[in-house]
């Protein structure tokens, strides 16, 4: 498994490099890095900043002069705000992490819990709710979804009980050295259950759907007859059984979600990837935008190799080579 891990690190630099050349080549198209620079009257400054950073050359030269300075940890200065872009980017990366690792595990333990269930009693009148309940959660919109749990959440009981800090009243993410566990987790409620909310309704329809599979097969239906009890041939057999699939689904969309939950992040006042993204999107930052996307980048394919790993450690049938 280790020189599969190995194998698959050394085919994703070509992949990368490729990846980062081309975004650095539509980055540098779409948008002029001295576009600040160009309304001051003194073609001089201009002109030292282009020599500077090589602007005046072609662009393969400039990708390569980038690459050799973010490999060294030189990712640049933004135009935006003066700060180190990797200064800027690291923090925005752990705030998203924390949103994404707490909503990816909550929302995996509803999703198998309600996708087992609906599978086992398909077709029920609780099957029928959840499926209705999953497919209301994927079309909620999040940024509806986020400012109707405000309403209800922290608005609501401060109008009602007068408090002036409700249980779940959210300002922003907070660190744990800032107020205490109880505070950072408090903090963390609403953004977390907004992301929880879309990622059970697709999760759990995908849960059972593999799970509906497995309990046809015929080796489930051997051990049924066999007279294994029904609890054991659910949760060791058929659930087990779609935990593969299911895993590999998650971290792909895990993956997927580092890359910024921009609605959310902006609807929760959160200064994460996503709200960098935007942010540096509309100031044409380009000086952000390129590592910010092969951070990104980097982290889907890393979560893809994740999938691979995860799915051949759960299904014994699935060899790595």
Do not use: C
């Amino acid at each position: 498994m280790l020189t599969y891990a190995l194998r698959r690190l050394l085919y994703s630099v070509p992949v990368v490099l490729v990846a980062s050349f081309l975004l650095f080549w539509g980055v540098r198209i779409a948008f002029d890095p001295l576009a600040k620079l160009r309304a001051i009257p003194d073609p001089g400054v201009v002109a030292r900043e282009t020599a500077r950073l090589g602007l005046d050359r072609p662009v393969p030269v400039q990708y390569w002069l980038w690459l050799k300075a973010f490999v060294s940890g030189d990712w640049g200065i933004s135009t935006r705000t003066g700060g180190d872009v990797r200064g800027m980017v690291f923090p925005a990366l752990g705030t998203t992490a924390q949103l994404v690792v707490w909503g990816a595990l909550f929302a995996a333990l509803v999703a198998l819990a309600v996708g087992a269930y609906s599978a086992v009693r398909q077709y029920s009148a609780g099957d029928i709710a959840l499926t209705g309940l999953s497919y209301l959660g994927v079309a909620m919109p999040p940024f509806w979804l986020g400012l109707i749990l405000i309403q209800l959440l922290a608005a609501w009981p401060q109008q009602q009980f007068g408090t002036a800090d409700p249980p779940l009243y959210f300002v922003g993410l907070h660190s744990v050295s800032g107020g205490g566990v109880a505070d950072y987790l408090r903090h963390l409620v609403l953004p977390v259950l907004t992301l929880t909310v879309s990622l059970v309704a697709n999760w759990s329809r995908f849960t059972r759907a593999t799970m509906l599979e497995t309990l046809a097969s015929d080796y489930v239906r051997t051990a049924r007859a066999k007279g294994v009890p029904r609890g054991q041939v659910v949760i060791r057999h058929a659930l087990r059984t779609s935990l593969g699939p299911f895993v590999t689904v998650a971290a792909v969309d895990a993956g997927v979600l580092f890359g910024g939950l921009v609605v959310t992040e902006q609807v929760f006042a959160i200064q994460g990837m996503g709200r960098l993204f935007l942010d540096s999107l509309l100031a044409g930052d380009v000086f952000v935008l390129v590592p910010w996307m092969l951070v990104i980048a980097v982290a889907v394919i890393g979560f893809n190799l994740l999938a691979d790993i995860s799915y051949a450690l759960l299904d014994p049938r699935v060899r790595l080579r």
